[in-house]
């Protein structure tokens, strides 16, 4: 209705201007026809009476002169005639108009002294009055006086006005056509095949076998092409949607994705190959604690996915050594196997210098990319420095990776994040014949947000060196192919989700990563949920009844602080909770070295104490923040025996985080309050799902998570814990490697 009625003004206005244009030049044509007309009228005039006027001038005739002028002074439009003589005196005039005679002698006095005629219009008594003056002659050739014609010239305007009068009626009248017939050709052209084609995609999407009629009764030249497109389409999800189907009903009969069964897939599919990941994080690094190594693993979710994978390929993952006793392990190629207590793998460690590791990673990759990539209202900061770190870095690994590769036939590498989004092409170049894939941990923006990197085009020319590129969710794929669509000359098929560019094809692919199902609680042995709450709440120095938990990395993707305030406001509004609530923050620092994470931890930290501050009594506070890095095994306890996970993540490409709580939680009672903007709120659809920029709606998503039924705790509980168990990590990494070698 808005496109429609801006329409119809934007025509009415470029027709009123038209018309006010076209009236314009009409009004002044008109003018100067009828100005003209009128001093041809009055130069014929004044000449048939100047033969009478000279004789009797030169007589000094008045009393006839003013008889004669009497008499012809009454024609139309023509109000009087005066005569002066050579000095200017009237010697006869009309009498309607003797008056009048001083009004005109200036313009008698310079007709008799320039002898010619002089014309002039005066507005007398409120009317317009064209006077004419022309000087004349006696028999001898001299300037015997003047004589003055008045003419009525108000029917000039009168003609005008009637003139701007018609046409404004017809303005109106053309506009009322305008807007009848333009209702009528949008009706019939525009929203009627609209409507017609969105009923058509929804019976499309919801499977109605009416689809193919419809199509033939969708008349419309102007959305041909588009007709051709859906019809194309849904072709294509209708042999989709059976794939899937078949799919579905081959995985159900199968037996869920383990360790055992992934290696069993993996030994079939690759043989005696190796996969070879290459990531910026190591699964483990190794630190000096009391004079002794120890070995530590880094918070995050890609070790989380990955490590249980690597166990059983027994491949070689290639990372960044930043432990500081990480050299003092490896042998002379940089190499160590792992789990420490329980090698399976190889870790082939890359180092990097402070200014390298500044650039590279601090510097482009976490105040830049991640940034521009999580949406978060967090300016992206760009340096030239950074960027020659990053292309730097991003060799350093590729000799690392071709060092490895170099005696193997087609290896598979499987690159990971951000970090290396130059690494494909790297590889590739060198060597054509392996098959690499990128998998994308983080969210992928819009081309419009992704443009404002300076280096758009480097970064998608060597992500676009891999065979696949994998993505969380297919929103992402599909912004990932728009900004290669608008920053690129490249092929895209968005039937095969591929792009082919000079010779070259990569598919872009979704694979929503998850948990190891070893996550899943055995609940023999034991204690009970109450039982394992009240231990943890005593161990924490504080009562209650509820008990909420919440863990991440201190990153301002996470939404921690605007937690903090769902949990103020909650109070807030449902205070009958005081010293019934506690909620368990985990909070890993990160990247410390960027000021933004250390102003973020100083304000969570702040932020705490100051809600703590308000509401503590003397045996509770509301908020337990602990801080450092946590093991998996110090944080389980508290997924088992919380009653409910929060995690409000304003921008996040999967967070695991929700999968490990699911996976966790004891006799299933528990809830997951969940941010709409996570991917994995696309798969746990029976969490509480909120906008985490909405603080009172998630404070009464707490109260409902406090105060809902066990029964529906169960069944919201279960759909998620089946999910997550079906559609496992060891799924994810059969899947990738199925596409991977597919190709």
Request: hydrophobic share 40%.
């Amino acid at each position: 209705m808005k496109i429609t009625l801006r329409l119809i003004v934007s025509l009415i206005i470029i027709v009123a201007l038209v018309a006010i244009g076209f009236s314009y030049y009409q009004v002044k044509i008109e003018r100067q026809r009828l100005v003209g007309e009128l001093e041809r009228r009055t130069i014929l005039l004044s000449e048939s009476l100047e033969e009478s006027v000279i004789p009797l001038a030169q007589s000094k005739s008045f009393i006839k002169l003013n008889r004669f002028v009497e008499r012809f002074g009454n024609r139309e439009r023509l109000l009087g005639i005066i005569i002066n003589n050579i000095h200017g005196e009237a010697i006869a005039s009309t009498k309607a108009i003797s008056g009048y005679a001083p009004l005109i002698l200036p313009q008698v006095l310079n007709s008799i002294s320039e002898k010619r005629a002089i014309h002039s219009f005066k507005k007398i008594d409120i009317k317009e009055v064209f006077i004419y003056t022309k000087s004349f002659e006696d028999e001898e050739g001299n300037i015997a006086g003047a004589l003055s014609l008045f003419q009525d010239a108000s029917f000039i305007d009168v003609r005008l006005s009637e003139i701007w009068k018609y046409n404004f009626i017809r303005l109106v009248i053309l506009s009322i056509v305008i807007v009848v017939i333009t209702l009528l050709v949008i009706r019939w052209s525009i929203t009627g095949p609209i409507a017609q084609i969105a009923e058509w995609i929804r019976d499309m999407r919801l499977g109605n076998e009416k689809v193919k009629k419809k199509t033939k009764t969708i008349n419309s030249d102007v959305f041909a092409p588009l007709i051709k497109e859906i019809n194309h389409l849904a072709k294509t999800l209708t042999l989709a949607q059976k794939s899937v189907e078949e799919e579905r009903i081959r995985l159900d009969a199968e037996s869920l994705w383990n360790a055992d069964k992934l290696k069993a897939y993996i030994s079939e599919k690759l043989g005696d190959k190796k996969l070879f990941v290459i990531s910026n994080r190591e699964p483990y690094l190794h630190l000096k604690e009391e004079g002794k190594i120890k070995f530590a693993v880094p918070p995050g979710g890609l070790v989380t996915a990955l490590d249980p994978v690597m166990r059983v390929c027994d491949g070689v993952w290639i990372a960044h050594g930043s432990g500081e006793a990480d050299r003092l392990v490896v042998d002379e190629r940089n190499k160590i196997r792992v789990p420490p207590d329980n090698p399976s793998y190889t870790l082939k460690r890359v180092w990097l210098t402070k200014e390298e590791e500044n650039g590279y990673y601090y510097g482009f990759a976490n105040e830049g990319i991640w940034p521009l990539c999580h949406i978060t209202h967090e300016r992206p900061i760009f340096r030239l420095d950074d960027w020659t770190y990053y292309q730097k870095v991003n060799e350093k690994f590729g000799l690392a990776i071709l060092e490895e590769i170099e005696d193997i036939e087609s290896p598979l590498i499987l690159v990971q994040d951000y970090h290396f989004a130059l690494l494909p092409y790297l590889i590739k170049e060198k060597r054509s014949d392996a098959k690499v894939a990128i998998f994308w941990h983080i969210p992928w923006p819009n081309p419009e947000t992704y443009g404002i990197c300076p280096w758009v085009r480097e970064m998608l020319i060597g992500m676009l060196g891999a065979d696949l590129i994998g993505f969380h969710i297919q929103l992402y794929c599909n912004n990932f192919l728009d900004t290669v669509d608008r920053f690129l000359e490249s092929k895209i098929d968005w039937e095969q989700f591929s792009i082919s560019r000079k010779g070259h094809i990569s598919y872009v692919k979704p694979f929503p990563i998850s948990i190891s199902p070893e996550f899943s609680v055995n609940n023999n042995n034991i204690p009970s949920k109450d039982a394992l709450k009240e231990s943890l709440l005593k161990e924490m120095d504080t009562n209650a009844s509820y008990m909420g938990v919440g863990v991440d990395r201190i990153d301002y993707t996470k939404g921690i602080l605007e937690r903090f305030r769902a949990i103020e406001r909650f109070f807030e509004k449902y205070p009958q909770f005081i010293e019934r609530f506690v909620f368990i923050e985990f909070g890993a620092p990160s990247r410390t070295h960027i000021k933004r994470y250390r102003e973020l931890l100083a304000q969570t930290e702040e932020m705490a104490d100051n809600i703590n501050w308000r509401f503590q009594t003397k045996n509770w506070k509301p908020i337990v923040f602990l801080k450092g890095n946590h093991s998996h095994e110090r944080i389980m306890p508290f997924y088992m025996a919380a009653d409910m996970c929060m995690v409000t993540s304003l921008h996040d490409g999967m967070n695991l985080v929700a999968k490990e709580y699911v996976a966790s939680c004891l006799e299933d009672s528990g809830v997951l309050i969940l941010s709409q903007f996570t991917g994995a709120s696309r798969e746990l659809k029976d969490a509480l799902i909120v906008n985490p920029y909405d603080i009172e709606s998630m404070a009464d998503a707490i109260y409902l998570a406090l105060t809902m039924d066990e029964e529906e705790k169960k069944t919201r509980m279960k759909k998620m814990k089946e999910n997550i168990m079906d559609n496992n990590i060891y799924r994810w990494a059969a899947n990738l490697i199925t596409e991977l070698t597919r190709l």
